[in-house]
């Protein structure tokens, strides 16, 4: 005789009724790629590299959990001897499942500067390796880079045509990074901002180029300011940058809030299913007393809703029981003659 199993009930059951999806994003996102006085000509985009270790890649990790980053930055090529070569490698899928188990997501920038060998190759060749990385990371990332310092080697015309193809591949956020300063034709279909103000500036000329970024009306992530993400004046101008209305930084900062978009509160699942837990408890203690008669349970679940029900025949009598996510319980009871 088969028997019912209650636990199994409730375990398919709770899938089907509460599934969290934790849906990282780039809004609010902390990150400190340049931290060279931590680590000598040290850069997070080389973590992929093939020219590390393990071991350094842990000093990274730890360096950014450290500073409460939640994000990591990653090259998925570079041709520059002295930052680390970067091509594409079969342990990629694992070495961003750690990341993202860490806590830190990564943001793929696509391209490096100071590589004339990949420079010089033609923007059908790019297009394919980012599609390529699409195909492979879309889910463990939370957006794109189109290039570090992109209009040092493409044009604005070549960087909307790329910034365009890729976003037919993806449905994250496509960033366009710069030389210090703001290009805006470079920004055009970018949905982000990744603002390089340039080293050494005071604040007031910090502020500057901040506000010339934002008065373009993107999201503006100002990402590169300093080159030590530890040092107090770069977690200064961070927390300035956040002020302002940046919705991230990428070289440090104090302050949490930063650009995050706002949701409301949700209650917890079991307060939004309180009704629902407490008539599938009845249903299900009633399917278990039935089972006992060898009932098969069915268990449904599509994208707009769930069905769970348990039916039995003996004899001339038919006896079911059925439970929805609209809330209803349906007994029912035939006799045939």
């Given at each position: 005789m088969r028997r019912f199993n209650l636990a199994s009930f409730f375990v398919s059951l709770f899938l089907v009724v509460y599934i969290s999806n934790a849906?990282?994003?780039?809004y609010g996102s902390r990150a400190s790629f340049l931290l060279h006085n931590d680590l000598k000509n040290w850069m997070s985009l080389s973590y992929l590299s093939t020219n590390v270790d393990d071991a350094w890649r842990q000093r990274v990790e730890n360096a950014l959990i450290n500073q409460g980053d939640t994000h990591i930055y990653l090259y998925t090529q570079n041709g520059d001897d002295g930052?680390?070569?970067v091509s594409p490698q079969t342990d990629w899928e694992v070495r961003l499942?750690?990341?993202?188990?860490?806590?830190?997501?990564?943001?793929?920038?696509?391209?490096?500067?100071d590589s004339p060998n990949l420079a010089s190759k033609p923007l059908s060749v790019h297009k394919a390796h980012n599609a390529e990385m699409v195909r492979r990371f879309d889910n463990k990332v939370d957006a794109y880079v189109i290039g570090l310092?992109?209009?040092?080697?493409w044009s604005a015309t070549q960087v909307q045509e790329m910034v365009a193809d890729l976003k037919t591949k993806t449905n994250k956020p496509v960033a366009v990074h710069l030389t210090p300063g703001v290009k805006p034709s470079y920004y055009e279909g970018a949905d982000l901002i990744f603002l390089q103000t340039g080293f050494h500036l005071n604040e007031t000329q910090f502020r500057a180029r901040v506000n010339e970024?934002?008065?373009?009306?993107?999201p503006v992530v100002v990402s590169?300011?300093?080159?030590?993400s530890s040092s107090q004046l770069a977690k200064h101008y961070g927390d300035i940058a956040c002020s302002m209305g940046a919705v991230g930084t990428g070289n440090g900062r104090n302050v949490v809030?930063?650009?995050?978009?706002?949701?409301?509160k949700k209650k917890e699942w079991y307060q939004k299913y309180e009704k629902e837990l407490i008539v599938t408890g009845i249903a299900a203690v009633t399917l278990y007393a039935v089972s006992r008669w060898d009932a098969?349970?069915?268990l449904k679940a599509t994208e707009s809703g769930y069905q769970v029900g348990a039916k039995k025949q003996i004899g001339d009598h038919t006896f079911s029981m059925g439970y929805s996510d609209s809330g209803r319980v349906v007994a029912r009871y035939r006799f045939d003659f």
């Open positions: 849906v990282a994003d780039i930052i680390g070569n499942d750690h990341l993202n188990s860490r806590g830190l997501r990564p943001v793929m920038w696509l391209m490096a500067d310092e992109a209009d040092e080697y970024a934002l008065a373009l009306g993107k590169e300011y300093h080159m030590d809030p930063c650009g995050q978009k706002e949701t409301k098969p349970l069915t």
